[in-house]
């Protein structure tokens, strides 16, 4: 690639890139907490607008010795801005309100990624199941079709004992999504499996209720819960995803400044799901497994699904400076 970046533009650039560097310096010496609200906005400010130089520097090969300058100023600001916050309760509610939609969207290409495997996989699960019913008995066991002659739930012990079940369904529901998302450190390979495994086992059970006439037992029992907790695992093989394209594909950045940018973000991005997954595990420990109606609870479930989506997908402002 040829030069294309003039001596007037560096020379007014610079001066922008010092002035961060020494926003950053005051913020070492006295914390970041003790910058004015004016300094504060500023760094903000500079931190959008480096990024965006950075972007071009990366154009122009001859520019390298300055790309390589503007990145390491733009990680250590990274740093600061992000690990001086204080979590809060309100700090917490802020970032959920206000940064996590935004994140979401800027990510979304993963996140779709993940939906089409996850569908691709359920539906190999269903075709499967359909055209070799002995698949689904060694995909499930023989306990779990046992239940299923018998057409029994195999969800009516959970009522119970419901307490004790659901802090136990809370910690499987975020191992799995954990895993998930952690899988991307293996390339993605893990991810990719753990996307194909929750997809073929929807898929299998999908099909095994129905062969048994047990399909509206499952829909209702999985409606609730499943509004919020089949789209926090596709966020967590998104946030893997995100990870393992970090270290395929460094895009111009140093491998390892790749992978620590898009571990970063993927972790922002499976940080969202927590809550979700809190409030799916209390109404698989309780609501779901209960007597309710039927109507109730595919009404409770779509009613979440749908304020989820409101704030997932909610317009955003731009943060671009004028």
């Known amino acids: 690639m040829t030069h294309i970046l003039s001596n007037q533009w560096l020379a007014r650039r610079r ?17 970041l907490g003790r910058l004015s609200r004016a300094e504060l906005q500023e760094l903000a400010l500079l931190y959008r607008q480096v990024a965006a130089d950075l972007s071009v520097l990366r154009q122009d090969t001859t520019a390298r010795t300055y790309a390589t300058h503007v990145n390491q100023l733009l990680a250590r600001a ?7 916050r204080k979590t809060s309760i309100a700090g917490l509610f802020r970032f959920l309100r206000d940064e996590y939609p935004r994140i979401f969207q800027n990510n979304l290409r993963y996140v779709a990624a993940s939906l089409i495997i996850s569908l691709a996989c359920g539906a190999l699960g269903l075709i499967l199941t ?5 698949f689904m008995r060694h995909f499930l066991g023989p306990r ?25 369904i809370m910690t499987n529901n975020l191992s799995v999504s954990f895993l998930t998302f952690a899988g991307g450190i293996t390339f993605g390979l893990f991810t990719l499996f753990s996307l194909f495994n929750n997809g073929m086992m929807l898929g299998v059970i999908g099909a095994a ?9 499952l829909w209702s029992f999985v409606a609730a819960h499943g509004s919020l907790e089949l789209p926090s695992i596709i966020i967590a093989g998104a946030a893997g995803l995100r990870l ?12 390892k400044d790749s992978v620590a940018r898009g571990g970063i973000e993927a972790t922002r991005l499976v940080s969202g799901i927590i809550p979700l997954l809190v409030i799916a595990g209390c109404l698989e420990g309780f609501f779901s497994p209960s007597q309710a109606p039927v109507a109730l609870k595919f009404t409770v479930g779509a009613m979440l699904f749908t304020l989820l989506n409101l704030w997932l997908f909610r317009p955003l402002k731009s943060d671009l400076p004028s």
């Open 15 to 31: 001066p922008h890139w010092d002035r961060l560097q020494a926003l950053l310096g005051q913020a070492d010496s006295i914390g």
């Open 78 to 84: 990274h740093h600061i801005i992000y690990s001086g």
């Open 130 to 134: 359909n055209t070799q019913p002995e």
């Open 144 to 168: 779990m079709i046992a239940t299923m002659e018998r057409h029994e739930m195999w969800t009516h012990s959970i009522v119970s004992v419901a307490p004790m079940e659901t802090s136990a």
């Open 209 to 217: 209720c129905h062969h048994y006439g047990m399909s509206l037992s």
């Open 244 to 255: 393992g394209h970090a270290m395929l594909f460094p895009a111009g950045y140093r491998w």
